[in-house]
């Protein structure tokens, strides 16, 4: 069995009011472009990407009022979501986290498959540290499948 790593940095996430009105900006001021468009349904979220070198810079924009997105911005208005590292044998990883105490959100890998998403095949597993395991940063696991 493959010893499970972190592989690099996947995702640095911004939670936004208006996601356009953030690609519209990071362009202009920048010269980026964010290519990759797709809708999380279960998360109530929609996302706008742009890959720079092996990561993602992505913004984040809430779909419903009562989604997390717009509670983290209400909270704790727009800005740094998330990171997400890119990992090997994410099965073997949670265990070893559960063993450890580390507090996972959900408690269990979620699966998602969209060709939209620009990972690999658009089939990826991922799952949530909780700030408070985490030095009181979100951090997110992701293994492509």
């Not at 290519?35 to 890959?51: N, Q, T």
């Not at 990561?55 to 009562?66: A, R």
């Not at 998602?112 to 395991?133: C, L, M, Q, T, W």
């Amino acid at each position: 069995m493959e010893e499970p790593r972190i592989e690099g940095i996947e995702e640095v996430v911004i939670a936004v009011k208006d996601a356009d009105r953030s690609v519209a900006y990071f362009e202009d001021i920048f010269g980026m472009a964010f290519p990759f468009c797709w809708g999380i349904p279960g998360e109530k979220v929609r996302v706008r990407s742009a890959r720079i070198s092996e990561t993602q810079l992505q913004f984040i924009e809430s779909t419903d009022p009562d989604g997390v997105v717009a509670k983290f911005i209400r909270e704790k208005g727009e800005g740094l979501n998330h990171i997400a590292f890119r990992v090997t044998n994410l099965k073997e990883m949670v265990k070893r986290l559960k063993e450890k105490g580390v507090k996972l959100i959900p408690e269990e890998i979620v699966t998602v498959e969209n060709s939209d998403i620009p990972f690999r095949s658009g089939k990826a597993e991922y799952i949530f540290i909780h700030p408070k395991s985490a030095c009181g940063v979100l951090i997110e696991l992701v293994e492509a499948k």
